[in-house]
Each structure stands twice: as C-alpha cells, then as structure tokens.
C-alpha cells in the first residue's frame, strides 16, 4: 500500500488526503483480527475484529495550523505545571504534530454524549487526560465545575446544553490506599495498600457512570507496604522495615486483575476502557536526580524504547487485559483497550520539561531546574489520545 501520509504533510492540503485514508483504512482487510486474539505486537496491540480500524497505528503527522485550543482555556489555570507556553517554553514546535488518524468533532461527540456521565478513574495522568478533554470540547460549550473534594483531587463537571457530566476520580492505586501525608517530601512513608480491597471511591458509583477510564502504574514504584485482609503481606522498596519485599510487580498485577474482574462482573451496560499506562521520557537520570526532556519532535519508532518501568507495568497491563476481554466479550461486557503507549512513545518533544513552572526561557540554561517528563503540555499530544477516544465511541 502506498503510505498516504508523509512527516511533512502541512494541514492545508491534507482533508482529501484524510479522507481517502479513512476511507482506505475502513475497508482494508490486514486491519481486523480474530475475535480470540489479543496479543501485543512490538509496540502495538492488535484488537478483534468488532473494530473498526486499528485507530493505534498511524503516523505523527505535521500540519501548519494552529491546537484545537490555546492556553487560555479555563481548565489550564495561571500556574499550572502544564502550561508550558505560559510557563516559557520557546519552542512551540511540539503543537505542529497530529496523529493520523483523526476523530469525529468536539461536536458530534457532545451531540451523541447528551445526558451521559463520564468518569476518568486513576491518577494525576488521568488528571491531565481529562483538562485535555474538557479543553477540547470547550470550543463548543464551555463545562461548569459542581462538585470537588476537599483538596480538588477528585471533581465533576457538567456541559449544561447536553446534560454531560465529566468526573476526575483521584484513585492513584485503584485499590484501598492510605497516602501519608509527606508523600511527596524527599523521604516519604510508606504508602497502605490494600491489595484485597478496590478503592470505594469509584466502586461505589460504578453503576451510575455510562462510560469510564481506569488506569494506574506509576505510583506502584512509590514505597509500600501491602495488606491482605488487614494482614501485612509484605513492601516494595522498605529497607528500614524488617518485611519481605515482594516488589511491586506481583501486587500491580493483582489489583489490575481485580479491578478488570470486578469490571467483567458487573454486567454493566456502559463502556468501560482501560487505558494503558503512559510512558515518560527522562534522559539522563529520573525526575528528581536532573533528568530532562529537551526534544522539540517527534522520533520514530525505535528510537526511544520504554524504560524499564513502563514495560513491566505495559506487559502486566497487555496480559491481564487479554484475558479479561475474552471473558466479557463472552458475557457482553463491553471493555476496551484505550492504548496510548505505543503513539505516545514517539512524542518525547509534548512534556513541560523545565516549563512545568513559569519561566523565561533564558533561565533554562543556568537555573538547576526540575523536570517534568512524565505529564503532558497543554495543548499537545495528550489531545490525541482523545481524538482516538471519540473514533472509538463512534465507531462502538
């Protein structure tokens, strides 16, 4: 097949391109599989055959004109980490990439979404996924906050005209956990986690949400130590507790199996997706030990490989989802695999890097600046993700 898109295609001339492209991925034959398989692909995923385009392959293709929103969206307050032009930032080149291909409208998709209820389930990842989302469909009507928790971590907003509501469920583990309170100062406590129990803070309104997006990970590398039923069953990285540290891999790979279990279960008539977790892109060193991000473009395909973290929470996330989906296909269960690792990969350029803070660029180069590899700008990648999300509600 000829490759329809190019790196360079500018965004003028790129619609009929587009849609010969959608018409061409819709009817092309390589695109479906058996409905029993589910097996990861090198950095791909292959779903069955009820889909309609594998909307995970594709191109990060460049385009001229301007992000679907700016950085004055409410959602993007003064300050905020992610507001990396506010912030600084000098090189908006990372805004100049879309990944083909493209979904249905802000439009169309509030249209089909009146009087529905979201919920977007996990960590501060999922945090960013949804401003990103509310910031999108804010070109047509813009959403009102009615309900936060004490510390904002967990909020609800409601687009009036269509009757929608969006909620941010702060649920780091998914399961039961007791944070401490310093868990971000240099030496934190441990974290509880309850491996047995799943969070009652989305549990409990499970059934009063049409359609929801779980996903965990990176906390599970935070000191821990695990209960089973209130009995301690050991820690993740506790050298000054006399436990067995029985990593954390085993303890994500049991409280993923239970959320996906529970989720199969529960006969829910909504759509459910599990998002897979998102890779970040430190080279030097990790967050706090000088680590950066300094591209301003994408790369291709093996230039950037996941680090080590990201591909045990992926192989754990990849096998414990292929064995759920047969399950609730079979029980009509409709779960979906939102998997954005792969796209996202190649986006080393779209994190706040030294501009999660607002800064003159000049300062960059003799300021000792923390990092942030690991959340998305606002506008930029984290917007795909989105658009394959609304593909995939419209196409069921």
């Known amino acids: 097949m000829v490759c329809?898109?190019?790196?360079?295609?500018?965004?003028?001339?790129?619609?009929?391109?587009?849609?010969?492209?959608?018409?061409?991925?819709?009817?092309?034959?390589?695109?479906?599989?058996?409905?029993?398989?589910?097996?990861?692909?090198?950095?791909?995923?292959?779903?069955n055959a009820r889909e309609i385009c594998d909307v995970f392959v594709g191109d990060w293709v460049g385009f001229e004109g301007e992000p679907l929103y700016n950085k004055s969206c409410s959602f993007i307050s003064r300050g905020n980490q992610l507001n990396c032009l506010e912030n600084g930032r000098p090189d908006p080149h990372y805004l100049h990439w879309r990944w083909k291909p493209r979904a249905c409208d802000p439009l169309k998709f509030l249209e089909m979404m009146r009087n529905k209820s979201w919920a977007f389930i996990g960590d501060s990842i999922s945090r960013n996924h949804i401003q990103s989302l509310l910031c999108m469909l804010s070109t047509v009507e813009e959403a009102t906050l009615v309900h936060h928790d004490k510390g904002h971590k967990s909020q609800k907003w409601i687009f009036p005209s269509y009757n929608l509501t969006a909620s941010i469920i702060w649920s780091p583990f998914l399961a039961k956990a007791i944070i401490p309170q310093n868990?971000?100062?240099?030496?934190?406590?441990?974290?509880?986690?309850?491996?047995?129990?799943?969070?009652?803070?989305?549990?409990?309104?499970?059934?009063?949400?049409?359609?929801?997006?779980?996903?965990?990970?990176?906390?599970?590398?935070?000191?821990?130590?695990?209960?089973?039923?209130?009995?301690?069953?050991?820690?993740?990285?506790?050298?000054?507790?006399?436990?067995t540290d029985i990593g954390f891999d085993s303890a994500y790979r049991r409280v993923i199996k239970g959320v996906l279990d529970y989720i199969v279960a529960s006969n829910h008539t909504g759509m459910v997706f599990y998002r897979t977790t998102s890779p970040d892109h430190?080279?030097?060193?990790?967050?706090?030990?000088?680590?950066?991000?300094?591209?301003?473009?994408?790369?291709?395909?093996?230039?950037?490989?996941?680090?080590?973290?990201?591909?045990?929470?992926?192989?754990?996330?990849?096998?414990?989802f292929g064995r759920a989906r047969v399950v609730a296909r079979d029980k009509g269960v409709k779960l979906r695999l939102?998997?954005?690792?792969?796209?996202?990969?190649?986006?080393?350029?779209?994190?706040?890097?030294?501009?999660?803070?607002?800064?003159?660029?000049?300062?960059?180069?003799?300021?000792?600046?923390?990092?942030?590899?690991?959340?998305?700008?606002?506008?930029?990648?984290?917007?795909?993700?989105?658009?394959?999300?609304?593909?995939?509600?419209?196409?069921?």
Request: charged residues 25%; negative net charge.
């Open 282 to 320: 430190f080279e030097g060193a990790k967050w706090f030990d000088g680590g950066v991000c300094e591209r301003n473009e994408p790369v291709r395909e093996g230039e950037f490989g996941l680090s080590w973290l990201d591909r045990i929470l992926r192989d754990i996330e990849l096998e414990e």
């Open 338 to 396: 939102l998997d954005v690792n792969p796209m996202s990969l190649l986006r080393p350029d779209g994190h706040p890097g030294a501009f999660r803070v607002s800064r003159p660029a000049g300062e960059i180069k003799n300021a000792k600046v923390v990092s942030d590899c690991l959340h998305w700008c606002l506008p930029g990648p984290i917007d795909s993700w989105n658009d394959i999300l609304m593909e995939m509600i419209v196409n069921g």
């Open 4 to 47: 329809i898109y190019t790196s360079v295609a500018k965004f003028g001339a790129s619609v009929i391109v587009f849609v010969v492209a959608f018409m061409l991925l819709h009817h092309r034959s390589s695109d479906f599989h058996p409905l029993s398989e589910i097996t990861s692909v090198g950095n791909g995923i292959q779903e």
């Open 183 to 243: 868990i971000y100062d240099a030496s934190p406590s441990e974290v509880d986690v309850h491996l047995d129990t799943l969070d009652p803070s989305w549990t409990q309104h499970f059934k009063t949400w049409d359609y929801m997006i779980f996903s965990s990970g990176k906390w599970y590398s935070r000191s821990s130590i695990y209960y089973d039923n209130d009995t301690v069953l050991g820690c993740h990285s506790c050298p000054k507790r006399n436990l």
